[in-house]
């Protein structure tokens, strides 16, 4: 299998000041025109102006982590935050801070659900990387497949089964939840 480098450079390379939307749109171009390739190298797509458009996209009322730092808070010295993330991230420093664990109610019970909160850096990170590896990914999958898919949701996924049971012959549904027991 050959291997394909999407663009020689380390992390600060930015890829000729292009946007994101459109480096983004070129690694997705590349990763279709070569299937099964290796993509080597994708550190570089993580940069100051990635991480800045992640949280200027990112929902301002989200919970905070454990360091208490929200939207606005990171917001007021934004470029200094976002370089001293870089400085960390080009030396091999970065560490995703511990998760804040809260648990909500759980629909429909009386039990609760374990819910883990990252930091807003660690946010902005798992922002970028994501819609790097979504630019990578997302010509693999089939049409037919909506989960955790960008621009697609569960109610598309309603849509389509309504349409498959009201137009084809169907003679059964099949609804099951798996759960797995573990032994202590």
Sequence with gaps: ??????????????????????ELERIAEMARKHPGEKLTTLAHHINEEALKECHHDMDRQKAVGVDGVNWETYEQDLQANVDRLMQRMRKGAYRPQPVRRVYIPKAGSDKMRPLGIPCHEDKLVQMQ???ILDAVYEQEFLDCSFGFRPNRNCHDA???????????????VVDADIKVITRK
């Design 129 to 131: 990387v994501s819609r």
């Design 1 to 22: 299998m050959t291997q394909w480098r999407p663009q020689e450079g380390d992390m600060d390379h930015t890829g000729g000041g292009e946007g994101m939307g459109t």
């Design 158 to 172: 309603l849509k389509v089964l309504n349409h498959v049971i009201e137009k084809r012959h169907i003679k059964y």
